[in-house]
């Protein structure tokens, strides 16, 4: 059982070490609406009063409306800077782009709005002396649920180590509206998009089975197939060494 003051208190001073260690003056963090991206707003802002929430609408629908409203909502009820870069003209340029020297898979184009984010957070990072704080949780870690240098990129991330049980036990704790802690997990890569029904799996299964190791033989092989093709998600990119 977490104690979740202290949980808040020791991820403060692990973020304030980052901006010591690294000299920078700053953080900024991608704010899609969603849970894992309130939790670190908040605790960013609380290690550094200089934190900025970016949000990304990039194509599906979700991005404009109840994504953006959740966003706005952290933004002011924690009182985080928010600024606004719409991505989805630049989107639609890149895939015309592309499509001229390849053909796209739906893969590869679901994959270009969290790129895209990152390329623009790491634009502002550079520009005013910031880290990117990550936002991704340890049960989209196991199962390689983020986009390989897209939000799987980062220069911290404080929550790593919490399961989206305990994301969602946290943001509770820090009275976070209940609409916000209880909507489907979604990546908002496209319109109707769930985390849980492209995986086929809950997290609240994933989440037992990794903190306690129990789970059903169905839920356990699509655990561990999802776990074993993203190996190279977790791992350094290989080098020739002599």
Request: glycine fraction near 8%; include cysteine.
């Amino acid at each position: 059982m977490r104690d979740y003051k202290v949980e808040t208190e020791k991820r403060v001073a692990f973020i304030k070490e980052q901006l010591t260690e690294s000299g920078a003056t700053g953080v900024v963090f991608g704010n899609s609406g969603g849970k894992d991206c309130a939790l670190v707003g908040i605790l960013c802002k609380m290690a550094c009063d200089n934190t900025v929430g970016l949000i990304m609408p990039c194509s599906s629908s979700c991005n404009y409306g109840e994504d953006m409203t959740d966003a706005m909502t952290i933004s002011t009820l924690f009182r985080i800077e928010k600024r606004m870069v719409d991505l989805t003209k630049t989107a639609e340029t890149l895939k015309k782009a592309l499509n001229t020297a390849t053909n796209l898979t739906e893969s590869a184009e679901i994959n270009i709005a969290p790129r895209l984010r990152m390329t623009s957070l790491y634009a502002v990072a550079t520009t005013e002396n910031r880290l990117v704080a990550g936002t991704g949780n340890r049960s989209e870690r196991h199962m390689g649920y983020f986009t390989k240098w897209g939000d799987g990129a980062f220069d911290f991330n404080p929550i790593a180590d919490l399961t989206v049980t305990e994301v969602r036990k946290f943001l509770t704790y820090l009275d976070v509206p209940k609409r916000i802690i209880e909507k489907a997990p979604s990546a908002g890569l496209y319109d109707g998009q769930t985390d849980e029904e492209d995986m086929g799996v809950t997290y609240s299964a994933i989440d037992e089975y990794l903190t306690s190791g129990v789970c059903s033989p169905e839920d356990m092989e699509k655990i561990a197939s999802y776990h074993k093709v993203s190996a190279h998600k977790r791992s350094p990119p290989k080098v020739y060494e002599e």
